[in-house]
């Protein structure tokens, strides 16, 4: 498994759009993601970033652990890409770039991106991509809670907007 590895390739769907597709250990750029989604016909990029919160339901947490089965989740990222691309057409730049390891709180876990002429479909589609990434990448987290104990969770198995 190369975590790590940052994915660019050409959309199948609509030639000459840049995407890229990251699973890494290092930490997130808002920076770069933003500038990986920009184009010169875009009228709007909007970008989602995740963070390590300080509690779940009340109860407090000290840190997240994140696996991934990288290449799956890589596949499952570029199957979102196409479906915003049959979904909004205008797309022209889809970013998803997620982390694993052990995340402190205030850390970035996952950076997703969408750049597009207009902004309605540009936010659209980045609703999307987070939460179909969220139910379909093969992707856990372990939540370390403050008294010691932790678990963990497939980030596919919130149903919950709130609990993940």
């Known amino acids: ?49 995740g963070t390590v919160r300080n509690q779940t339901d009340g ?6 652990e994140y696996q991934a089965y990288e290449p799956m989740a890589l596949e499952i990222f570029r199957k979102i890409a196409q479906e915003i691309r049959k979904t909004w057409s205008d797309a022209n730049r889809v970013v998803i770039h997620h982390r694993v390891g052990r995340l402190k709180i205030g850390e970035i876990s996952v ?7 207009h902004r309605g479909e540009a936010f659209a589609a980045c609703k ?9 990448a093969p992707i856990w987290k372990k939540e370390h809670w403050q008294d010691g104990s932790s678990s963990w969770v497939s980030i596919g198995a919130c149903e919950s907007p709130g609990n993940c």
């Not at 660019?8 to 597709?21: H, Y």
């Not at 109860?59 to 997240?64: H, R």
Request: charged share 15%.
């Open 1 to 49: 498994m190369n975590l790590g590895a940052t994915t660019a390739l050409e959309s199948p769907v609509k030639s000459g759009d840049l995407d890229s597709f990251a699973i890494t250990f290092a930490p997130l750029s808002l920076e770069e993601v933003y500038q990986l989604a920009d184009d010169p016909a875009n009228g709007a990029v909007v970008v989602m970033s």
């Open 59 to 64: 109860k407090p947490v000290v840190a997240l």
């Open 111 to 117: 950076l997703v991106a969408v750049g597009c002429p």
């Open 128 to 136: 999307y991509a987070i939460d179909t990434l969220k139910h379909n």
